[in-house]
Nanobody, 125 residues
Framework: QWQVAESGGGLVRPGESLTLSCALS????????IGWFRQAPGKEREGVSC?????????YFHQSVKDRFSLIRNVAKNTLSLQMDSLKPEDTGVYYC?????????????????WGQGTQVTVSS
């Protein structure tokens, strides 16, 4: 059974950086989709950044994070990190990692079936 676990959340000031890490285990395929989502209080869960390993690594980034966030994949450790720079208060929320065999890179939450517990990111002065 696939298992997904996030780590690395915390409280930071605007303009600072933070790295979230997602560890996968129990994966039975080399080709799958994996990504990061976030949910702010009172808002729906939205896709932040996803990668589809079936298509050679097609990437998706939400428009609001394109110039500030990046993905770092460690194949040996089976982890996917989200490097977040120049953080803004509107980046605050619970960040989730998710994986799926067929979700693609469109970063649509409803297409992912394996989720972590989430980690809180708070950006505040």
């Amino acid at each position: 059974q696939w298992q997904v676990a996030e780590s690395g959340g915390g409280l930071v000031r605007p303009g600072e950086s933070l790295t979230l890490s997602c560890a996968l285990s129990g994966i039975t395929s080399d080709t799958y989709s994996i990504g990061w989502f976030r949910q702010a209080p009172g808002k729906e869960r939205e896709g932040v950044s996803c990668i589809d390993l079936r298509d050679g690594g097609e990437l998706y980034f939400h428009q609001s994070v394109k110039d500030r966030f990046s993905l770092i994949r460690n194949v040996a450790k089976n982890t996917l990190s989200l490097q977040m720079d120049s953080l803004k208060p509107e980046d605050t929320g619970v960040y989730y990692c998710a994986a799926d065999l067929t979700a693609g890179a469109r970063c649509v939450a409803g297409l992912f079936h394996h989720w972590g517990q989430g980690t809180q990111v708070t950006v505040s002065s």
